[in-house]
């Protein structure tokens, strides 16, 4: 799977809001960190995280920029729009870096400011 293929498949699962669904595209030990959150470790964690962010919002849409992959590296940049709990939408820059193994998602970070959506 390239770096877009495996973009498209990790914001189709979350854009639709499957946390379960989103962990499979990682390793059995992935390392999930979004922004200054504590990483969660394993399938089950990084659900769980997603999950309970997920609980925040009502839904979510990714738009993929641009992709860059360096050996096992995939860097993404999008813009992401929440839908907020307040009924206004709103749209943030985002960058994620991915370090792969097995074509799966070993380290998995988000490079955002997310507190506009919760402001």
């Not at 799977?1 to 979350?14: D, H, I, P, Q, S």
């Not at 946390?19 to 960190?33: C, I, V, W």
């Not at 504590?38 to 999950?51: D, N």
């Not at 009502?58 to 709990?85: A, M």
Request: hydrophobic share 45%; aromatic share 10%; net charge negative.
């Amino acid at each position: 799977m390239t770096g877009k293929e495996l973009a498209e498949a990790v914001f189709g699962r979350v854009d639709a809001m499957k946390p379960e669904a989103f962990a499979e595209l990682l390793t059995e030990d992935g390392s999930f960190t979004f922004g200054n959150f504590p990483a969660a470790v394993g399938r089950e964690a990084a659900a769980q995280a997603v999950s309970d962010f997920f609980a925040g919002i009502d839904g979510i849409s990714h738009d993929i920029q641009d992709v860059w992959e360096s050996g096992d590296t995939v860097i993404v940049k999008l813009g992401v729009t929440y839908d907020r709990k307040d009924g206004q939408s709103i749209t943030l820059p985002c960058a994620n870096i991915w370090t792969c193994r097995d074509g799966k998602i070993a380290d998995y970070r988000i490079y955002m400011d997310v507190n506009p959506v919760f402001a």
